[in-house]
C-alpha cells in the first residue's frame, strides 16, 4: 500500500507516486524532457479521440442514410396501398 507514495518537491505533503502534479500545491514532479513526452503523448491521444469520434459521426451519419432510404420505401408503400 505505501510502496508508492512520494513526498512532494513543493509542500512537503506526501502524495500517491502515481501522480505527476501534487494535488495540493501543484507543483510537477515532471522534468523537461517527461513533460516533452508527455505532451506528446496528450497530442496523440487527442488526435486518437478526434478520429474517434469522427469515425463515430460517420457511422451514423451512414445509417441515418439507410433508415430515411427504409422510411422513403414505407412512406411510398403505404401510399400505394392506399
Not at 502524495?15 to 507543483?27: A, D, N, Q
Request: proline share 1%.
Amino acid at each position: 500500500m505505501y510502496n508508492n507514495i512520494a513526498v512532494c518537491k513543493g509542500c512537503g505533503r506526501t502524495i500517491e507516486g502515481k501522480f505527476l502534479y501534487c494535488p495540493w500545491c501543484g507543483y510537477s514532479r515532471v522534468s523537461v524532457d517527461d513533460e516533452e513526452t508527455l505532451n506528446s503523448m496528450f497530442d496523440r491521444f487527442e488526435e486518437n479521440q478526434k478520429n474517434t469520434r469522427m469515425k463515430h459521426i460517420y457511422e451514423m451519419e451512414h445509417e441515418l442514410d439507410e433508415l430515411e432510404k427504409e422510411l422513403s420505401v414505407l412512406v411510398l408503400s403505404a401510399e400505394m396501398h392506399k
